[in-house]
């Protein structure tokens, strides 16, 4: 074998390597850190937080369920649900350094109803958003609250550092629940 033929193989051999790694790296999850607001500290936290399975999810959600991406100033304060967060405490966000992801169930009538963000995952331009939607046991018990109409407002709040993404630009961020069946999606500009 000559030289040539030796160096040849030699350089194929390594395009080959090259090219698996660059497809390994394509297909890369990355795992999203974020912090959760705390409604008993008041204030944004990286402490660890239940990600059980919910046992009770909801079969059909609710019409005004909905989810937001706040990335600057100008989409946080002309949104129509900062008067919510506001008196949460959530008026000095440095959006320069992070993004505010939003979930809010509307309005129900028992307070085991819960809405909280729990897993976020990248993958390309890719980015999924697990969500755990939550209903009380047994429907058909009422409880002196709800008896009494009174109304609850399940909502959940993250930020994320925009340096946490491994990828930039324009994402497409898909909010599922534990299941994995599609709540929301949403192209973002990062």
Same mark, same amino acid.
């Given at each position: @074998?000559?030289?040539? +033929? ?8 390594? @395009? ?14 990355? *795992?999203?850190?974020?912090? %959760?607001? &705390?409604?008993?500290? +008041? =204030?944004?936290? #990286? ?8 046992? %009770? ?7 005004? @369920?909905?989810?937001?991406?706040? #990335?600057?100033? &100008? ?29 809010? @169930? #509307?309005?129900?009538?028992?307070? !085991?109803? *819960?809405? =909280? ?9 890719? /980015? ?6 939550? &209903?009380?046991?047994?429907? &058909?018990?009422?409880?002196?609250? !709800?008896?009494? +109409?009174? *109304?609850? +407002?399940?909502?959940? /709040? ?17 909010? =599922? ?11 973002? =500009?990062?």
């Amino acid at each position: @074998m000559k030289k040539t +033929h030796l160096a040849l193989l030699v350089i194929a051999g390594i @395009m080959a390597l090259c090219s698996v790694y660059s497809l390994a790296a394509i297909n890369q999850i990355y *795992r999203i850190n974020f912090e %959760w607001y &705390s409604h008993y500290q +008041h =204030k944004f936290t #990286g402490e660890y937080r239940e990600a059980l399975r919910d046992k %009770w999810q909801l079969p059909d959600y609710p019409e005004k @369920m909905k989810f937001e991406i706040f #990335g600057d100033k &100008s989409e946080f304060v002309f949104n129509n649900d900062t008067s919510i967060l506001s008196t949460l405490g959530i008026t000095n966000v440095d959006f320069n350094r992070f993004i505010l992801f939003y979930a809010d @169930m #509307g309005q129900v009538n028992s307070p !085991e109803y *819960r809405i =909280k963000f729990f897993d976020i995952a990248q993958r390309g331009s890719v /980015v999924e958003i697990k969500v755990g939607v939550n &209903s009380p046991e047994d429907k &058909s018990e009422k409880t002196p609250l !709800e008896q009494s +109409h009174t *109304r609850y +407002h399940p909502i959940d /709040v993250i930020r994320i550092d925009r340096k946490a993404f491994p990828v930039n630009g324009e994402l497409l961020f898909i909010f =599922k629940n534990q299941d994995g069946k599609e709540l929301f999606q949403k192209h973002y =500009k990062i």
